[in-house]
């Protein structure tokens, strides 16, 4: 059985950046698909980041330029590098692994990952 444990979050000023790190147990993340999620208060989760399992990526069009998703296999750990952060990027970010079919579409539904983590707290502000 796949965990997933995230770490990383905080609180932060707006224009810093903030590195998420995402460690897997129990099954390796090399040949899977794997994404970043994230929840602001009162709204649904949100598909910020997906990396498929043949190296394609996609990317929320409100972090296209400023988040970059990336794994180490050898630590079977993934990230979420995320730079010049804005107050709107606030919200709890989860990670997720194990999904099927075009990475666009599995970045838009968090119910297509069969696994994910609890998530960490991201706070954006002055």
């Known amino acids: 059985q796949l965990q997933l444990a995230e770490s990383g979050g905080g609180l932060v000023q707006p224009g810093g950046s903030l590195r998420l790190s995402c460690a897997a147990s129990g099954s390796p993340l090399e040949y899977t698909a794997i994404g970043w999620f994230r929840q602001a208060p009162g709204k649904a989760p949100e598909g910020v980041a997906c990396?498929?399992?043949?190296?394609?990526?996609y990317y929320a069009g409100a972090v296209q330029g400023r988040f970059t998703i990336s794994r180490d296999n050898g630590k079977n750990t993934m990230y979420l590098q995320m730079n010049s952060l804005k107050p709107e990027d606030t919200g709890v970010y989860s990670c997720?692994?194990?999904?099927?079919?075009?990475?666009?579409?599995?970045?838009?539904?968090?119910?297509?990952?069969?696994?994910w983590g609890q998530g960490t707290q991201v706070i954006v502000s002055a």
């Open positions: 990396l498929s399992s043949d190296g394609s990526t």
């Open positions: 997720v692994d194990d999904a099927a079919g075009a990475v666009q579409a599995m970045c838009r539904h968090r119910e297509r990952f069969s696994y």
